[in-house]
């Protein structure tokens, strides 16, 4: 196990690395950090001496070991647009993020677990059939349409709720958050439930299966032997059983949500890192550009090893496969 | 003919003609496969010559709606384009990018998978790493890095001329690993059975074995994940192109026409962005089915359970 855990760090460590040497690319071919520090009104020979001072004339491989080390330090360089450090944008944007993902995480246990159940329970109820085909078009349905018709229905038509921003926050310990006023909240709904509707169908599809599994095998038939109540049955012994895998599936989803915050926030731009991330595409920020998309791989690299780690202490399986 | 008696007998006509889920997306997809062909014949205007339209016609509502006009059956957006010419042109740049992303991605997913199950060792060992790495990151994310990275390269004028093979590059690139997985997968299976022994033991060269012999048994996993894999594309494109990161306003695929039109949706024109949603989600729809019920038929453990 021991083994293994470090086999997979050791992995983790040169995705980070890969994914640095991308960045550092780019930052190295389109970014000019003169440019970003003194504008265009400098001579050439200026221009020459700071970049002598700032190392640019040094080997490639040299800055990208310097690269790398200011990386792991924290430091990836100036934002040219907010003239503040790269990393310290994207920690102010980030509250908005995560608690967007939070809360749709949210509404994704709350709505999948009972809808899934309840269609493995009852397979030919109408309801079941009408989750499922409700599913089955939900998949065809891209995220910022779902979006612009949540818009259209609440915010224009019926101006139930607020389309666009996070409303009011509370800034606790220099965390903004839109938990705590009631404006908050309502900024949070559209967005968070927008979000939830891509998971939804994949969810409600993996619950459902899961438990139709379980409830086909010789414990459950026993249970019902035994004379055990059915909701004892189906919430104690089955559902249970039905937990893991949908937790670990809901670990790697985790992850692709962060891709498709890019989305929805564009359509409620809403103030997160996604945003953030457009707005440095358009502006020709190169630092916060490349800044993000090394927060990003973190993030990804940090949840995917950890799902692995999980999965390997819990199923013995996997840890063998890989050492051949 | 023979290949006509073939298809004629075989299990897939068969359970096709006894699922009318899979003729009705079937049909659809036909249709809207020949109408985006058909585009310059059937269209009433042709949307990529500015000389056709007029900044005064913008925003008309649809033909039935007060103030529509008998000419512009769906009405017109932003620019006073013909919304219907304009959607069916759009069809037409989200089909081709998203078969033409797909072709990419099979081919060279099919020749990583190929090489790497069949000659096996280091090779593989290297090839399977990087598609690891990359698979481990979600494939919107890095077609929507991809997308940014090339647009702040080309500049946004050359970057909207190059949208198109660009966009297939972009989408191509970012999803090859499903197809590299798959192929392998079916070579490790394949490579160790009697015909391929054979092939071998009479001294026919290994790529000669790889193309003709192992190569079309590995088809059928392909054919399933392609459809759906089309229904990725096409979402992908649209994905882009809402961010703006993907076609430009003046070659409009479904996915840029929605983000025009969603700047209009609060002063109430919300044709500009409905139709081509449907659209777009109906084209996404019948593939998926499709892909649904092809992977039912050709899925033989579920075709012998």
Same mark, same amino acid.
């Given at each position: 196990m021991f083994a293994f855990i470090i086999r997979r760090i050791i992995q983790a460590i040169i995705v980070m690395l890969v994914i640095g040497m991308v960045g550092f690319v780019i930052q190295n071919q389109m970014g000019d950090p003169v440019r970003d520090l003194v504008g265009e009104r400098v001579t050439p020979a200026e221009r020459e001496v700071i970049r002598d001072q700032?190392?640019?004339?040094?080997?490639?491989? &040299?800055?990208?070991?310097?690269?790398?080390?200011?990386?792991?330090?924290?430091?990836?360089?100036?934002?040219?647009?907010?003239?503040?450090?790269?990393? %310290?944008?994207i920690a102010a944007k980030a509250p908005a993020t995560i608690e967007l993902v939070l809360v749709t995480a949210f509404i994704l246990i709350v709505v999948s677990i009972p809808a899934g159940i309840y269609s493995a329970i009852y397979p030919k109820s109408w309801y079941s059939r009408l989750v499922m085909a409700v599913s089955t078009i939900g998949v065809a349905v891209p995220v910022f349409l779902t979006a612009i018709a949540l818009i259209y229905l609440f915010a224009v038509e019926l101006n139930w709720l607020p389309s666009y921003g996070r409303g009011e926050t509370v800034n606790i310990w220099g965390w903004e958050s839109g938990f705590f006023?009631?404006?908050?909240?309502?900024?949070?709904?559209?967005?968070? &439930?927008?979000?939830?509707?891509?998971?939804?169908?994949l969810f409600i599809r993996l619950v459902r299966a899961e438990m139709m599994e379980v409830l086909e095998t010789e414990y459950i038939k026993f249970a019902w032997a035994k004379g055990l109540h059915r909701q004892r049955v189906w919430y104690i012994h089955a559902f249970k059983n039905t937990l893991l895998p949908v937790i670990t599936v809901f670990g790697v989803?985790?992850?692709?949500? &962060?891709?498709?915050?890019?989305?929805? %926030?564009?359509?409620?731009?809403?103030?997160?890192?996604?945003?953030?991330?457009? %707005?440095?595409?358009?502006?020709?920020?190169?630092?916060?550009? *490349?800044?993000?998309?090394?927060?990003?791989?973190?993030?990804? *690299?940090? *949840?995917?090893?950890?799902?692995?780690?999980?999965?390997?202490? *819990?199923?013995?399986?996997?840890?063998?496969?890989?050492?051949? | 003919m023979r290949t006509w008696e073939r298809l004629k007998n075989s299990y897939l006509l068969h359970s096709f003609k006894r699922d009318p889920v899979a003729i009705l997306s079937f049909c659809v997809l036909v249709v809207l496969v020949v109408i985006s062909i058909l585009a310059p014949v059937i269209t009433p205007y042709n949307t990529y010559d500015t000389a056709t339209f007029d900044i005064m016609d913008s925003e008309t509502p649809p033909a039935w709606m007060e103030g529509g006009s008998e000419s512009f059956i769906l009405g017109t957006d932003i620019q006073g384009r013909d919304l219907l010419s304009t959607m069916i042109y759009g069809l037409r740049v989200s089909l081709l990018i998203g078969v033409g992303a797909v072709l990419l991605q099979a081919v060279v997913g099919i020749l990583v998978g190929l090489l790497s199950g069949y000659l096996g060792g280091k090779l593989d060992a290297f090839l399977m790493r990087i598609a690891d790495i990359q698979f481990s990151i979600p494939y919107l994310i890095v077609a929507i890095f991809t997308a940014a990275i090339f647009k702040l390269a080309y500049g946004v004028g050359r970057?909207?001329?190059?949208?198109? $093979?660009?966009?297939?590059?972009?989408?191509?690139?970012?999803?090859? $690993?499903?197809?590299?997985?798959?192929?392998?997968?079916?070579v490790l299976g394949e490579k160790n059975k009697e015909y391929v022994e054979a092939a071998r033991v009479i001294g026919i060269n290994r790529w000669l074995i790889m193309y003709r012999h192992v190569l079309p048994n590995t088809m059928t996993p392909v054919l399933v994940i392609s459809t759906i894999q089309v229904a990725e594309a096409v979402m992908s494109e649209a994905a882009l192109s809402f961010l703006g990161l993907g076609m430009p306003v003046t070659k409009p695929s479904l996915g840029s026409l929605i983000r025009s039109g969603f700047e209009y949706i609060f002063s109430g024109s919300w044709w500009i962005t409905f139709f081509p949603g449907i659209l777009l989600v109906i084209l996404i729809l019948v593939i998926l089915l499709l892909g649904d019920w092809l992977r039912d038929v050709l899925n033989p453990k579920l075709y012998k359970g």
């Open positions: 700032l190392g640019l004339n040094d080997p490639i491989y &040299v800055q990208y070991v310097r690269f790398v080390k200011n990386a792991v330090r924290g430091d990836l360089g100036l934002s040219f647009f907010y003239k503040k450090p790269a990393l %310290e944008v006023t009631w404006d908050g909240l309502k900024h949070l709904i559209l967005p968070a &439930v927008s979000l939830s509707s891509i998971m939804l169908p989803q985790l992850g692709i949500l &962060v891709a498709f915050t890019i989305l929805t %926030e564009t359509v409620f731009q809403w103030q997160g890192m996604g945003f953030m991330f457009l %707005e440095a595409v358009e502006r020709s920020d190169t630092t916060l550009l *490349v800044a993000y998309l090394v927060v990003v791989g973190v993030i990804f *690299v940090v *949840v995917n090893t950890i799902v692995d780690i999980i999965y390997g202490f *819990v199923n013995p399986m996997v840890r063998i496969a890989g050492t051949k | 970057y909207a001329e190059l949208a198109v $093979p660009l966009l297939i590059i972009i989408i191509g690139m970012s999803e090859w $690993p499903k197809y590299a997985r798959t192929v392998r997968a079916s």
